[in-house]
């Protein structure tokens, strides 16, 4: 497992369905986590972290896509990076961004590609970290650029690559 990161990690759990997900919490952690301490690393950011992942539903990521993509549809995951205009002013953790699951959309999925929930969870996690980190996939360089480190974050928490036949 990549080195632990000092990681603040704020978890927000705005639709109550997830609270039926066993062993959650300590998945996201290690999760964002392992993202943090490798992408830290690879950016020679310092650190202390902060992030806040909110557990919500598709209405709420729908509408925030809607606003803030112009996408009208849920979508996974969407990650708001954080943007300081006043970096002499920060004080404690440097603070990430904001991450936001939709848990029908990615229960659908993990039923769809035949994957376990919590890994589903993990990986979402993961590709949200780094997009706050800057990483992206909208050219193809960068896109394997971004599944490559989701694999080996995912690997060293022992999660099967999620792009298996997909």
């Given at each position: 497992?990549?080195?632990s990161?000092?990681?603040?990690?704020?978890?927000?759990?705005s639709?109550e369905?997830?609270?039926?997900?066993?062993?959650?919490?300590?998945?996201?952690?290690?999760?964002?986590n392992?993202?943090c301490?490798?992408?830290?690393?690879?950016?020679?950011?310092?650190g202390?972290?902060?992030?806040?992942?909110?557990?919500?539903?598709?209405?709420?990521?729908?509408?925030?896509?809607?606003?803030?993509?112009?996408?009208?549809?849920?979508?996974n995951?969407l990650?708001f990076?954080?943007?300081?205009?006043?970096?002499?002013?920060?004080?404690?953790?440097?603070?990430?961004?904001?991450?936001?699951?939709?848990l029908?959309?990615?229960t659908?999925e993990?039923?769809?590609?035949e994957?376990?929930?919590?890994?589903?969870?993990?990986?979402?996690v993961v590709?949200?970290?780094?997009?706050?980190?800057?990483?992206?996939h909208?050219?193809?360089?960068?896109?394997?650029?971004m599944e490559?480190?989701?694999?080996?974050i995912?690997?060293?928490?022992?999660i099967?690559?999620?792009?298996?036949d997909?």
């Amino acid at each position: 497992m990549p080195q632990s990161t000092d990681l603040t990690l704020d978890l927000i759990i705005s639709h109550e369905p997830w609270h039926e997900l066993k062993e959650l919490e300590p998945l996201i952690a290690q999760a964002a986590n392992a993202a943090c301490a490798t992408a830290s690393k690879l950016c020679g950011a310092l650190g202390p972290f902060e992030v806040a992942i909110n557990l919500s539903n598709d209405q709420q990521v729908a509408q925030l896509n809607h606003q803030f993509r112009g996408k009208d549809k849920a979508t996974n995951v969407l990650s708001f990076p954080f943007d300081n205009e006043f970096p002499e002013l920060l004080q404690g953790p440097e603070p990430l961004g904001d991450i936001i699951l939709a848990l029908e959309t990615i229960t659908r999925e993990a039923k769809d590609e035949e994957k376990l929930i919590g890994h589903h969870i993990a990986h979402l996690v993961v590709h949200g970290i780094l997009h706050l980190f800057g990483y992206d996939h909208e050219e193809l360089s960068e896109a394997s650029l971004m599944e490559e480190l989701e694999c080996q974050i995912l690997a060293s928490l022992h999660i099967p690559s999620p792009y298996r036949d997909v």
